[in-house]
């Protein structure tokens, strides 16, 4: 289990119940374009998996967030 702070910060209540879809990075801005188009203004990406680090958790923000 997190710690309280860390469940805290990135858990948001107000966003439970969205769509969350993985990809491969060749396919975000075709797949993002074609959602837009149905209607889901809010599509974006999100983040991305990597590679382990030494770091157990690292939270950073996507560019242009």
């Given at each position: 289990a997190?710690p309280?702070?860390?469940?805290?910060?990135l858990?948001?209540?107000?966003t439970?119940?969205g769509l969350l879809?993985?990809?491969?990075?060749?396919?975000?801005?075709?797949?993002l374009?074609?959602?837009?188009?149905?209607g889901?203004?809010?599509a974006?990406r999100?983040?991305e998996?990597?590679?382990?680090?030494?770091?157990l958790?690292?939270?950073?923000?996507?560019?242009?967030?």
């Open positions: 997190l309280t702070l860390l469940d805290q910060i858990y948001d209540p107000q439970s119940g879809v993985a990809l491969p990075p060749s396919s975000v801005e075709a797949f374009s074609r959602v837009r188009s149905a889901s203004r809010h974006t999100i983040g998996v990597v590679a382990k680090a030494d770091a958790l690292e939270v950073t923000a996507a560019a242009g967030v």
